[in-house]
T-cell receptor, first 108, second 113 residues
């Protein structure tokens, strides 16, 4: 089956710093989403981005489907950005395969 | 528009018992998918329902089953609970046409003792 790898696994930042999270996938996909999992476990949608670039405030994402990777950029990080970031790719009808996540800690 | 709701939010069961979890999708969404999250295995796909039919299934034993009702609400059932079934169970809602964005509920945290 498809493999989804995220890097780095852990990231510690000072408030105000920028960061780039990477997601590599091993096969072509129908869809790619980025999520932020809050401390209570809920997955918050960040981007639906099968290809191209999108921006939402301090966050932006780029997916290069032909090269099978996606990047999530976080600028001017805040403590509320802490948590786990997942990318997930869709391989069949509504079946998402998740990466192992990047655990981000932003300290004040 | 209301988001995806899941009930109950927390549950404690004993080995050997069975449990039923419920998920109500976003209004207008016809697809409901279920996922299990554990520290060891991460987030894994259980199954997906669309128009009351199971359309896709992950690699879980037959103790895990589900169904979907005509109003698109879905339930999943786990029979003969094992300690390893302790997990966060998440459901996702989408239009169901394939390749569309999925939205997750808050999850049900199941503890098996």
């Amino acid at each position: 089956g498809i493999q989804v790898e995220q890097s780095p696994p852990d990231l510690i930042l000072q408030e105000g710093a920028n960061s780039t999270l990477r997601c590599n996938f091993s096969d072509s996909v129908n869809n790619l989403q980025w999520f932020h999992q809050n401390p209570w476990g809920q997955l918050i949608n960040l981007f639906y981005i099968p290809s191209g670039t999108k921006q939402n405030g301090r966050l932006s994402a780029t997916t290069v489907a032909t090269e099978r990777y996606s990047l999530l950029y976080i600028s001017s990080s805040q403590t509320t950005d802490s948590g786990v970031y997942f990318c997930a790719v869709e391989t069949g009808f509504q079946k998402l395969v998740f990466g192992t996540g990047t655990r981000l800690l932003v300290s004040p | 528009k209301a988001g995806v709701t899941q009930t109950p939010r927390y549950l404690i069961k004993t080995r050997g018992q069975q449990v039923t979890l419920s998920c109500s999708p976003i209004s207008g969404h016809r697809s409901v998918s279920w996922y299990q999250q554990t520290p060891g295995q991460g987030l894994q796909f259980l199954f997906e329902y669309f128009s009351e039919t199971q359309r896709n299934k992950g690699n879980f034993p037959g103790r895990f089953s589900g169904r979907q009702f005509s109003n698109s609400r879905s339930e999943m059932n786990v029979s003969t609970l094992e300690l390893g079934d302790s997990a966060l169970y998440l459901c996702a809602s989408s239009l169901g046409s394939g390749g569309d964005e999925q939205y997750f509920g808050p999850g049900t945290r199941l503890t098996v003792t």
